[in-house]
């Protein structure tokens, strides 16, 4: 297909429709435009004619072009732009445009039941229309064969619910925070024992026992500190304090827990340290497990007889390791800490030089995770930067590296600059899966312009066809949102041809 030839008839189609104006489809015409190239020859515009638009409509957008039936109006409207624009610019004599119009007339009563025929339907539509977007959503795939018989649904209490990994203090770490519990300053561990084993059997004990309101001053409550603790174990980071109050009414079923006096005694107990986010500031007061509470709820758990896994220190890891662990779904302040550590045991022509080697031929989060770690280093690490420039993948990244510098960089074509915006996208789609509408809203402020969005479908990604789909049910403006759905038929059909 002649890109340019194209790319100007939608520039020109444009230019005369605000002349005129009149609203034109170009997102739809550009399609039709593109098909007609790409499968019946037409090299320019006078090369449409009557019959063009009878085998492009009735067989190619049919087979091609995942369309609602209900669709076909606004298709066939945007043809009649086109016929309208071949007209006026001189592109096809009266005779044939008024050809064309009957055709179209013809074209729009039988459209729809061609869009909605799946004996129309080519390999790649027929595969996404069984499919179906809503498969994107699907965390799980079941191989094919047969169906397991899963029989109840599993339970999803604490002790059948997977644990995460955890990330555990040294020791030494422990040990010290022993000293520090002001519950053993009045109740000391058993003289003679191993220090960190009775600490485990006394937290076992308030779990598992009934404790009658020792702990908080409420039997109700003490009988939910099990969950309470599982919840913080699993979500291992810091939780609200008005969280844990909301909980701890629905427990006392009163609506009046105290619940500074059940913190505080929590927090002396050794089991929680409270945190003030904003100084002076009680609403910005959170809460979370000690070090020493979550070594000893791993012991309990493991006593147990379940799977409590221990995370591993990332900054002990290699860059392919630190890279993993992160996609291991790492919190962001734990990440943080853990990459801070890991830079300060390497120069940074080391790290640079180990990111960027693990990340030549990763996956595109990967990737991502290692460029973006290389974007935190100074200049010093600009000759590791350029020996990656011949990396097909890593040339846009680092050519942005060294400008982001001032430091010389060749310039971004075209072609790379769309391929590294599918790259970056691509990086964002887990985050975007989770949370649609953050994506959403950073994608209506800072997101790909529609003219950009337009072209992605002819980049050389794996991942351009998801990124485009992300796109086209993410973006709030219909139009750019209704540009990346075309673009994503477009890559789909280009992908399989």
């Known amino acids: 297909m002649s890109i340019e030839w194209v790319n100007q008839a939608?520039?020109?189609?444009?230019?005369?429709?605000?002349?005129?104006?009149?609203?034109?489809?170009?997102?739809?015409?550009?399609?039709?435009?593109?098909?007609?190239?790409?499968?019946?020859?037409?090299?320019?515009?006078?090369?449409?004619?009557?019959?063009?638009?009878?085998?492009?409509?009735?067989?190619?957008?049919?087979?091609?072009?995942?369309?609602?039936?209900?669709?076909?109006?606004?298709?066939?409207?945007?043809?009649?732009?086109?016929?309208?624009?071949?007209?006026?610019?001189?592109?096809?004599?009266?005779?044939?445009v008024v050809q064309m119009r009957h055709r179209l007339d013809d074209i729009a009563t039988r459209l729809p039941e061609a869009l909605g025929d799946p004996s129309n339907f080519g390999m790649a539509k027929s595969l996404f229309s069984s499919i179906g977007p809503e498969s994107l959503e699907q965390s799980?795939?079941?191989?094919?064969?047969?169906?397991?018989?899963?029989?109840?649904?599993?339970?999803?209490?604490?002790?059948?619910?997977?644990?995460?990994?955890?990330?555990?203090?040294?020791?030494?770490?422990?040990?010290?925070?022993?000293?520090?519990?002001?519950?053993l300053a009045e109740d000391p561990l058993p003289a003679g024992d191993e220090p960190l084993a009775a600490w485990a059997q006394r937290v076992s004990r308030l779990l598992e026992h009934d404790a009658s309101g020792v702990v908080t001053g409420s039997a109700e409550l003490d009988d939910g500190l099990y969950d309470l603790f599982d919840m913080l174990?699993?979500?291992?980071?810091?939780?609200?304090?008005?969280?844990?109050?909301?909980?701890?009414?629905?427990?006392?079923?009163?609506?009046g827990t105290g619940l500074r006096a059940v913190l505080d005694r929590l927090a002396w107990h050794g089991m929680i340290r409270l945190v003030d986010d904003r100084a002076g500031d009680r609403a910005g007061e959170a809460a979370e497990l000690t070090p020493l509470a979550v070594w000893a709820l791993r012991q309990h758990y493991l006593s147990l007889g379940l799977d409590a896994p221990e995370a591993p220190d990332l900054a002990e890891a290699d860059a392919l390791g630190l890279i993993e662990g992160l996609l291991d779904g790492v919190p962001t302040e734990i990440a943080e800490h853990d990459i801070g550590r890991w830079l300060?045991?390497?120069?940074?022509?080391?790290?640079?030089?180990?990111?960027?080697?693990?990340?030549?031929?990763?996956?595109?989060?990967?990737?991502?995770?290692?460029?973006?770690?290389?974007?935190?280093?100074?200049?010093?690490?600009?000759?590791?930067?350029?020996?990656?420039?011949?990396?097909?993948?890593?040339?846009?990244?680092?050519?942005?590296?060294?400008?982001?510098?001032g430091l010389p960089a060749p310039p971004l074509t075209q072609e790379e600059l769309l391929w590294v915006s599918v790259d970056m996208l691509a990086l964002a789609m887990p985050a975007a899966e989770e949370d649609p509408e953050i994506f959403a809203e950073n994608m209506a402020a800072s997101g790909p312009p529609a003219h950009m969005i337009e072209e992605m479908w002819r980049v050389d990604h794996p991942d351009v066809v998801d990124v485009l789909e992300l796109l086209g049910r993410s973006i709030p403006d219909h139009t750019v949102a209704k540009a990346a759905r075309k673009a994503a038929f477009k890559a789909r059909s280009r992908a399989i041809r």
């Not at 693990?358 to 996956?363: K, R, T, V």
Request: proline fraction near 8%; charge should be negative.
């Open 233 to 255: 174990y699993r979500l291992q980071v810091r939780v609200p304090v008005t969280v844990i109050g909301d909980y701890l009414d629905e427990l006392s079923g009163d609506g």
């Open 140 to 183: 799980i795939a079941i191989p094919s064969g047969e169906v397991p018989d899963l029989g109840e649904a599993p339970c999803d209490c604490p002790a059948c619910t997977p644990l995460p990994a955890v990330r555990l203090a040294t020791d030494e770490e422990l040990a010290a925070a022993l000293s520090a519990v002001p519950m």
């Open 344 to 405: 300060t045991g390497r120069t940074v022509s080391e790290a640079a030089a180990e990111l960027l080697a693990a990340a030549s031929g990763a996956p595109a989060v990967a990737r991502g995770i290692a460029v973006t770690i290389v974007d935190r280093l100074g200049a010093e690490a600009e000759p590791q930067v350029r020996d990656h420039l011949d990396d097909q993948e890593l040339r846009p990244h680092a050519i942005h590296w060294l400008a982001a510098r």
């Open 10 to 96: 939608i520039d020109d189609l444009r230019a005369w429709g605000r002349a005129r104006e009149v609203e034109v489809d170009a997102d739809e015409v550009r399609l039709l435009c593109d098909y007609a190239s790409d499968y019946l020859n037409v090299n320019e515009l006078g090369d449409f004619t009557p019959e063009t638009f009878d085998e492009l409509l009735l067989s190619i957008y049919p087979r091609k072009v995942i369309a609602p039936p209900e669709s076909a109006p606004e298709t066939v409207a945007a043809a009649r732009t086109l016929v309208d624009y071949l007209s006026e610019a001189g592109k096809a004599d009266e005779p044939t």
